[in-house]
């Protein structure tokens, strides 16, 4: 049964990537005019010109092109960069893992504050802790991370001195400096999610609490700190299951602009410079790389929501 | 509900009034900017590079002399002009879009909400950087791919409302009294799906400022000399050293100004819907 039910998720997966691709490699299509002359800028000779189309199989028909271009990308293969010649995938997967190291601190960060302030919000209504909690989850939504994260640099780099302002060092070279670099660019990137969970977990719980089997189980004698964790959170979790697929995916978004503050050699750094370079091909390889990893953590987040969630028939 | 008591429900929700009042304020003077900002915001004077704030320069001068202050008002120009490229494109492409998806069912609806899932796959920032990457990088094309951005998210909604108006007693009873479809659309469906898509509009114009300002950050938006609070945060950032309110006045300028378009965007569903519940 639940194979069959993880087979239809993945019939609904396929066409999705299929679509997704042909968003992607249409970005080419976009360019106004000849897309060799708009990457070649003001050195464009014939020759160049006719290397780039024959490179990119300009002179076949667009659902040609496209097909040829996914039937190579499923092999593995993006292509190269037209900037540096550089094989697409070799690029983006040594770059992945720094984005992913990003990815995952920033949402351990967004999930745990958002437990934290959405569960202390309910033990102590009305108190200074509720106020901080719906000041954070309301400020969150509206702070550009960008500049959170130069204030962050401000005050515990320039100011204080504590931490690096810049740079990235892989978990695996060393946890202490991962640390470090990490830390900033994680809540700079992270508090826009942490203010969302903050904000959903809230409101679930405010409803869960004041369900009629809660107050049986108060009546029956259980405190408040157990009526949380044990009714409300196992209820108010479900909907934040589905929050951290979408989160998952807006961050890899964001680490476009966070990677850039803090001069971070990701992914978004890659997306930025290949946009900058006219580098279409590099740009065509890191989007399908992150939109497949948001399929997937879709897909992974629809299958842990179904198993968490006893109503959901396979 | 009349437009009146609308008015008056949201009169009642006191941060949002408040908020409302403050961004057409805002707006206002995104229009008049040129206008009433005390410098020429582009004036470079070399003798009065990185000052104080002082009775002249209200906030101080950047590192080529410009007024601060003056430069802040003419941000205020590409917020706005996102905000509203970020209403208008979702409501004349995607609200159609959702209504004759929800309303005509089959191969269309098919078709129309594969494309909208496949794009909501793509985050948000991630999309307008390939569009404006293929596009060209230009303010204006920054602006159309904000607008695509939120376009699909808008026909899903246009759609789930649809479907539910579709099915009403009073939209059957039309159709039986023999109401073309394009009738029926115009009549029923689009007043009555109307709230909840103001609703969800009202959101974009704070999305579109935080989409806006990130990618002139990044350099895809406005170029200078084209002023956005994106790129003011930018040039701020190389002067982190030696005056750090550079980069925090236009980020203030950015959350006052999306908190508010929150705010009113809460009052518009509470005025808007009498069934919602505040959490």
């Given amino acids: ?314 | 509900m009349s437009l009146r008591g609308i008015f008056k429900r949201l009169m009642g929700e006191r941060l949002a009034f408040i908020s409302l009042i403050f961004l057409i304020l805002l707006g206002i003077t995104a229009i008049v900017a040129p206008y009433v900002a005390p410098h020429d915001p582009l004036e470079q004077n070399l003798s009065k590079v990185l000052l104080n704030p002082s009775a002249e320069h209200w906030l101080g001068t950047d590192e080529l002399g410009r007024d601060i202050f003056s430069r802040l008002i003419m941000g205020l120009t590409a917020a706005f002009q996102a905000g509203l490229f970020a209403i208008l494109i979702p409501l004349c492409i995607g609200v159609p879009m959702g209504i004759l998806s929800g309303y005509l069912g089959g191969i269309i609806d098919d078709i129309f909400m594969r494309i909208v899932d496949g794009i909501i796959a793509i985050p948000a920032i991630l999309l307008a950087l390939g569009i404006t990457g293929a596009l060209g990088i230009s303010l204006w094309n920054a602006m159309i791919a904000i607008g695509i951005i939120f376009t699909p998210q808008m026909a899903r909604l246009a759609r789930g409302q649809t479907l539910q108006i579709r099915t009403e007693p009073y939209v059957e009873a039309s159709k039986i009294s023999g109401a073309g479809a394009i009738w029926i659309m115009v009549k029923h469906i689009i007043p009555n799906i109307a709230p909840p898509i103001i609703v969800q509009a009202s959101f974009y114009l704070s999305y579109a400022i935080l989409v806006e300002t990130s990618l002139s950050f990044l350099g895809m938006g406005a170029q200078s000399p084209q002023i956005s609070w994106g790129n003011m945060i930018q040039q701020a950032y190389s002067m982190i050293n030696m005056n750090p309110w550079m980069i925090i006045y236009p980020g203030l300028a950015i959350m006052l100004t999306v908190l508010a378009g929150n705010f009113l965007g809460d009052g518009l569903r509470v005025a808007l819907d009498p069934k919602y519940k505040k959490a």
């Fill in chain 1, 1 to 314: 049964m639940f194979f069959k039910f993880i087979m239809r998720r993945l019939l609904y997966v396929i066409p999705m990537l299929i679509i997704t691709t042909l968003i992607v490699f249409s970005f080419i299509l976009l360019i106004p005019g000849d897309p060799a002359l708009a990457l070649l800028g003001e050195n464009a000779t014939p020759e160049k010109i006719a290397q780039i189309h024959a490179q990119l199989g300009l002179d076949q028909p667009v659902i040609k092109q496209y097909l040829n271009w996914l039937g190579n990308a499923v092999q593995g293969d993006l292509g190269r960069s037209i900037f540096t010649g550089q094989p697409v995938e070799e690029a983006v997967f040594s770059r992945l893992g720094v984005t992913f190291q990003l990815v995952i601190v920033a949402m351990i960060f967004a999930i745990a504050g958002g437990l934290f302030f959405a569960i202390t919000s309910i033990y102590f209504p009305n108190s200074w802790m509720d106020y901080v909690a719906r000041f954070f989850g309301t400020l969150g939504t509206a702070i550009p991370n960008f500049w959170l994260g130069m204030i962050l640099i401000i005050f515990f780099s320039l100011q204080l001195g504590w931490v690096p302002a810049t740079g990235f060092t892989s978990i695996t070279e060393s946890p202490g400096a991962f640390l470090q670099g990490t830390i900033l660019p994680a809540i700079a990137l992270g508090a826009t999610g942490m203010a969302q969970i903050t904000r959903h977990l809230r409101s679930s719980l405010i409803e869960v609490m004041s369900a009629d089997y809660v107050r049986t189980g108060f009546s029956k004698g259980i405190n408040r700190w157990q009526a949380i964790m044990k009714h409300g959170l196992q209820n108010a979790m479900l909907p934040v299951v589905t929050t951290i697929g979408i989160l998952f995916g807006n961050l890899l978004g964001a680490t476009v602009v966070i990677e850039t503050v803090f001069a971070i050699p990701g992914m978004g750094q890659l997306a930025v410079n290949s946009i900058l370079q006219r580098d279409f091909t590099m740009l065509q390889g890191v989007v399908l790389v992150l939109i497949a990893l948001i399929i997937l953590i879709n897909f992974i987040t629809d299958i842990v929501y179904a198993l968490l969630d006893p109503r959901i028939e396979y």
